[in-house]
């Protein structure tokens, strides 16, 4: 037997992705799954409405979804978007997928209606105006992505203009007391609430013992913090922190993870592999 490789005996650090699937599979109905979209289920395009999921993928959370106890989408992006992009997990069968939109400002469980947070509501119309003022002002190359209740400039089709997109909505945010989170060739703008991937990992784990995140960027990293603080207090508990790789915020996101998987195409293979064992 591997050192590590001991079924219900937590993996000690550090484990390589079989042993802490090993692990988990000694435990399914114990364990969340929690995923973020943009760079992790689907590959990064240029423009952000032509990107979707790997189908190796959905296929195999959609699977997934079927042995362990919960999984869930923690994503930028609305959940309406998540719906139409994952279709395989908004089935009336599958009650236990959890969608967190807009870094946990919306949430939706299964089939049932989205819930906005209360305190973000009065801050649709700023936004709104927000993204038109920003299609006037921002110079051509630029890409303004409204969200209802948060703003994405992009920058990733014109890279010499990441300072001046950068400036300018920082300067926007200070204007109107607004959040900044920044990105993949992207800065976001959202409504002063606290709430953030780190807050909805903490509260989504519940009573699981065991939970994995994969996430890409640098708004994953709290996400992977709120894992390292339960396993902290709660010996019980195992987090495994998974990177997917990437040229931009790869090396931070890495830096911070257990284990790094080389792109959305080859975590299909991984969570497919891992749904057979369950099988
Ligand atoms: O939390 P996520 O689901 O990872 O969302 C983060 C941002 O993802 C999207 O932008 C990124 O992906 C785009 C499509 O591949 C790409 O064009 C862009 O350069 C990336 O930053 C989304 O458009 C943003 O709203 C999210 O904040």
């Not at 490789?5 to 799954?33: C, I, M, N, Y």
């Not at 945010?173 to 959202?190: D, H, N, P, S, T």
């Amino acid at each position: 037997m591997r050192p590590n490789d001991q079924g219900e005996t937590r993996p000690s650090r550090p484990f390589t992705a079989d042993q802490a699937w090993h692990h988990t599979a000694a435990s399914p109905a114990k364990t969340v799954l929690f995923f973020d979209f943009d760079g992790v289920l689907s590959p990064v395009e240029d423009d952000p409405n032509a990107a979707q999921p790997v189908p190796e993928v959905t296929a195999a959370v959609a699977g997934l979804a079927e042995h362990v106890r919960q999984i869930s989408l923690v994503s930028a992006r609305p959940v309406d978007f998540l719906r139409d992009r994952l279709p395989t997990l908004d089935i009336p069968t599958l009650e236990n997928v959890d969608f967190f939109g807009l870094y946990g400002l919306e949430h939706s469980r299964g089939h049932g209606e989205t819930i906005t947070e209360p305190d973000a509501l009065p801050f649709v119309p700023a936004m709104a105006e927000l993204a038109e003022r920003a299609r006037v002002e921002l110079p051509e190359g630029a890409l303004v992505e409204y969200k209802r209740l948060s703003v994405a400039l992009h920058y990733r089709t014109s890279p010499h203009l990441a300072q001046q997109v950068e400036a300018w909505g920082r300067a926007e945010a200070e204007r109107l007391g607004l959040k900044v989170q920044g990105g993949r060739m992207v800065i976001e703008l959202k409504p002063p609430v606290d709430r953030d991937k780190g807050m909805v990992v903490r509260d989504a784990v519940g009573d699981a013992r065991i939970a994995w995140y994969f996430g890409d960027d640098v708004s994953d990293i709290k996400a992977f913090n709120a894992l390292r603080a339960r396993e902290a207090e709660d010996p019980g508990f195992f987090g495994v922190c998974v990177a997917v790789a990437n040229p931009e915020t790869g090396r931070e996101v890495a830096g911070a993870a257990d284990l790094t998987i080389d792109s959305p195409q080859a975590l299909g293979k991984f969570l497919a592999a891992a749904l057979q064992s369950l099988r």
